[in-house]
């Protein structure tokens, strides 16, 4: 089985704060994902990457920065936390090579005061 | 109009009955289609897949493609009360990289 895991389940910041949301994927997949989902928005991508060291922005990028320094670990940096970036956060990962289907973690529900 | 588009619902239907959920999406160029069941407070879990016209079939779960009308859509045979969640469509194109999901349908199975 494809196993996601996510560094926290629930997190409470303050507003200004850095924010390290950590995403490890044990199936040797290429492709991670990050997104958030909000009520009634649905699951908006925010950056995703292909290969380690790779990146792309996804629909909603601006606030937040993502690493790739390893092919299991993807990382979100939120570098200056704001109460507007309250949400839940989903990783996700696909083996890639046409091999599409997201598996995902179990996410992580930020609260920004 | 929305790439991926679904009917935000509730949808309530009897337990055993045979729940119908509907997806359209906008690109002609999609190739992959998935439907996700999401439980309130839980991530999204695969339910299955399905990229070529017609219908698949998995167990209590039939996905039907209709590439030339652009509609995708999944039937819950024999509804139970544990099929109570948000069903998610989600639509990959490969000539764009695109992954697009729908914002779900909320589907309440009755006792």
């Known amino acids: 089985d494809v196993k996601v895991t996510q560094s926290s389940r629930y997190l409470v910041k303050r507003t200004g704060e850095k924010v390290f949301l950590e995403c490890v994927q044990d199936m040797d997949h290429e492709n991670m994902f990050w997104y958030r989902q909000d009520p009634g928005l649905g699951l908006r991508l925010i950056y995703f990457s292909y290969d380690v060291k790779m990146k792309e922005k996804g629909d909603i990028p601006e606030g937040y920065s993502v690493s790739r320094e390893k092919k299991e670990r993807f990382s979100l940096i939120l570098e200056s936390a704001s109460t507007n970036q309250t949400s839940m956060y989903l990783c996700?990962?696909?083996?890639?090579?046409?091999?599409?289907?997201?598996?995902f973690g179990p996410g992580t529900r930020l609260l920004v005061l | 109009q929305k790439e991926v588009e679904q009917n935000s619902g509730p949808l309530s239907v009897p337990e055993g009955a045979i729940a119908s959920l509907n997806c359209t999406y906008s690109d002609r160029g999609s190739q992959s289609f998935f439907w996700y069941r999401q439980y309130s407070g839980k991530s999204p879990e695969l339910i299955m897949f399905?990229?070529?016209?017609g219908d698949k079939e998995d167990g209590r779960f039939t996905a039907q493609l209709n590439k030339a009308s652009q509609y995708v859509s999944l039937l819950i045979r024999d509804s139970q009360p544990s099929d109570s969640a948000t069903y998610l469509c989600?639509?990959?194109?490969?000539?764009?990289?695109?992954?697009?999901f729908g914002t779900g349908t909320r589907l309440k199975v009755l006792a």
């Open positions: 989600a639509v990959f194109t490969s000539g764009t990289y695109k992954y697009i």
């Open positions: 399905i990229y070529s016209n």
């Open positions: 996700a990962s696909s083996l890639g090579q046409h091999q599409e289907t997201q598996y």
